[in-house]
Nanobody, 119 residues
Framework: QVQLVESGGGLVQAGGSLRLSCAAS????????MGWFRQAPGKEREFVAH????????YYADSVKGRFTISRDNAKNTVYLEMNSLKSEDTAVYYC????????????WGQGTQVTVSS
């Protein structure tokens, strides 16, 4: 079992910045990757970014590339999402996700944190 606790969401004006955090606990020794996804009202959940735990390679959705940065702190089992130049279309519930070495998918999800960007 892995527990994920997100924090850092809130209300920000367009052009502003926010930093999300996600702390993992439990069987984190088997972490393969952690990622961020988001779901806007009336839309399906979509991929935002992920980072591989060994090596730190990162991947981003085209819609956030150049504005968002994902990073990790292995010692704290925490992943971050630095969001800059926020746009109204970034408004969504952001979810942290955890993928173990043994899986091809994200098996555990956080409860979500609301990000609202006002224009």
């Amino acid at each position: 079992q892995v527990q994920l606790v997100e924090s850092g969401g809130g209300l920000v004006q367009a052009g502003g910045s926010l930093r999300l955090s996600c702390a993992a606990s439990g069987r984190t020794f088997s972490t393969y990757a952690m990622g961020w996804f988001r779901q806007a009202p009336g839309k399906e959940r979509e991929f935002v970014a992920h980072i591989y735990w060994n090596g730190g390679s990162t991947y981003y959705a085209d819609s956030v590339k150049g504005r968002f940065t994902i990073s990790r702190d292995n010692a704290k089992n925490t992943v971050y999402l630095e969001m800059n130049s926020l746009k109204s279309e970034d408004t969504a519930v952001y979810y942290c996700a955890w993928r173990p070495i043994s899986s091809v998918s994200y098996d555990y999800w956080g409860q979500g944190t609301q990000v609202t960007v006002s224009s």
